[in-house]
């Protein structure tokens, strides 16, 4: 069975430091673009940050750049997202996504993806 396992959400100050972690299991994830997405209570799910399959390019929402950043270790099928300079507005159940694409350089931060994981909360506050 295809799955992806979200880790590494906890409650954190702000200010502080959460290092998200997106691990497959079934399927490898060298021929997929993953991204991260978020949902806050009676909000839409928005895209936070991809990466493509050959982790050559990223895109980031405006709201997370500079303060997140994702990265990939193909080699231990995982995928993380380290977040730095936490915010109250951070706080949202965090997913991973994942979908091959023909295209190895490019991913996109649509929530049209085809494997999701369950989540991990992420919460800020003091």
């Known amino acids: 069975q295809l799955q992806l396992v979200e880790s590494g959400g906890g409650l954190v100050q702000p200010g502080g430091s959460l290092r998200l972690s997106c691990a497959a299991s079934?399927?490898?994830?060298?021929?997929?673009?993953i991204g991260w997405f978020r949902q806050a209570p009676g909000k839409e799910r928005e895209g936070v940050s991809c990466i493509s399959s050959s982790g050559g390019s990223t895109n980031y929402a405006d709201s997370v750049k500079g303060r997140l950043t994702i990265s990939r270790d193909n080699a231990q099928n995982t995928v993380y997202l380290q977040m730095n300079s936490l915010k109250p507005e951070d706080t949202a159940v965090y997913y991973c996504?994942?979908?091959?694409?023909?295209?190895?350089?490019?991913?996109?931060?649509?929530?049209?993806?085809?494997?999701w994981g369950q989540g991990t909360q992420v919460t800020v506050s003091s």
């Open positions: 996504a994942a979908e091959p694409l023909w295209d190895m350089a490019m991913c996109v931060m649509s929530p049209n993806y085809d494997q």
């Open positions: 079934g399927f490898t994830l060298d021929y997929y673009a």
